[in-house]
């Protein structure tokens, strides 16, 4: 069995690049025949891991199996809260009759940050007591590593998460670059860690058939795209004075941009400096704030290219996102996201320095031969899915 922790996204309407991860990796599962699984959340006030209730799995998207035999009469009259509840999500994995005896060989999958003090040394000791395995994603260190670009209190929170996952049995890193990141945090902290594996987060923008003809260039304006949060990393500000330098070469902006993705709380200065560009560059920059699903789809289909401006970043899924539909990728020439641009469809760029990223986008969008062989350059990359993914989970958790 394997128990797939949910807690946050299970109760978090935003989107993020975690919670988007997290709704693929729960459809792939579902997918799969090799392991049955669940979805569980930690009740922090019980201190226990408790299956989701039946609406909770289908807002996820899970078809998971539901439990078919009713709680027994002892277990009803010993906890009343599962009178009502046929499956008995009200109780410990502990407590229910039929996961407090987990068979040999399940685990715990922590694929998201858990958050709080004590909460995710907490849930690995629970896991302990039932024998079951701990396996966790980790997707960065930049708030340990950069706390300048995350809110106060932030950084404390994620050490602390990363030191109660050295306690886990196995650590899957999404890049090279976030695996190197973890060795130099555990060797600061003089931390004995778990083996580490890393397993690529996938191309693949789930329900979105991968696009295998690059975009013809049509009469109209050109069209950029840019997905990504409004968080100061991610590099709006950049992005808006390289689109200002290029409004004063040809008079306007020689192409119309759209940004999609939400505001983050903590961001409202960027979210101000964006509506600002919006009616500087009126007609030429648009902000559409959170878009899913086939909305996503068909901006990826009416962009000419994408522009994904991140300075930070442990994986940087809009870059393989872009590359999944053929579309032409502008991005930083360092880090993660010059890991995922050397195999081609991608155009790097210092992205720290706003001339240079200027002339990026001046060029791409001036020359549509380049795009065309970019385009050809992301078809031709061999691209993994999340039911990949999930393959790559279930071998690395089988081998450990």
């Not at 994603?137 to 950069?146: A, K, S, W």
């Not at 190197?180 to 931390?191: C, N, P």
Request: glycine letters at 6%; one cysteine or more; charged letters at 25%.
């Amino acid at each position: 069995m394997l128990y797939v922790v949910v807690t946050d996204t299970a109760r978090n309407p935003v989107r993020s690049g975690i919670q988007s991860l997290v709704r693929a990796l729960v459809k792939a599962l579902g997918r799969q025949t090799e392991l049955p699984w669940r979805l569980v959340a930690w009740n922090r006030k019980r201190a226990q891991l408790e299956l989701l209730r039946a609406e909770q799995d289908a807002a996820l998207g899970a078809a998971v199996p539901r439990e078919l035999r009713a709680v027994p009469w002892r277990v009803r009259l010993l906890h009343p809260g599962a009178w009502f509840s046929r499956e008995a999500t009200h109780l410990g994995l502990h407590q229910h009759p039929r996961h407090r005896r987990p068979a040999a060989g399940s685990w715990v999958l922590i694929p998201e940050l858990v958050y709080s003090p004590g909460r995710a040394a907490a849930l690995i000791r629970y896991a302990r007591c039932l024998r079951l395995g701990v396996a966790a994603i980790v997707h960065d260190t930049i708030p340990v590593d950069h706390p300048e670009h995350v809110p106060a209190g932030l950084p404390a929170l994620h050490r602390e998460f990363l030191l109660a996952l050295a306690k886990a049995d196995v650590l899957l890193t999404t890049s090279e670059t976030s695996s190197r990141a973890l060795d130099a945090f555990y060797e600061r902290e003089g931390v004995s860690a778990p083996r580490r594996s890393i397993l690529r987060i996938p191309a693949e923008l789930p329900e979105s058939p991968r696009v295998r003809e690059p975009r013809t260039s049509s009469p109209g304006a050109v069209r950029a795209l840019c997905v990504s949060t409004l968080e100061t990393r991610k590099n709006h500000r950049g992005l808006l004075a390289a689109a200002d330098l290029l409004a004063e070469r040809h008079g306007s902006l020689p192409f119309e941009l759209d940004l999609v993705g939400t505001c983050h709380a903590h961001s409202q200065d960027l979210r101000a400096l964006v509506e600002t560009a919006v009616a500087r560059h009126a007609g030429r920059i648009r902000w559409h704030g959170q878009v899913e699903g086939p909305a996503l789809r068909q901006f990826y289909a009416g962009a000419d290219f994408t522009i994904y401006p991140s300075l930070l970043e442990g994986f940087g899924m809009p870059v393989m996102e872009s590359l999944w539909h053929a579309r032409p990728c502008v991005c930083a020439n360092f880090e993660v996201m010059a890991e995922n641009a050397a195999a081609g469809g991608c155009l790097t760029a210092d992205v720290r320095n706003a001339p240079a990223l200027a002339d990026a986008l001046e060029r791409i969008s001036l020359d549509a031969g380049l795009r065309h062989e970019l385009g050809r350059e992301a078809i031709a990359r061999p691209l993994t899915t999340w039911d990949d993914y999930v393959r790559g989970l279930l071998e690395l958790l089988q081998r450990a």
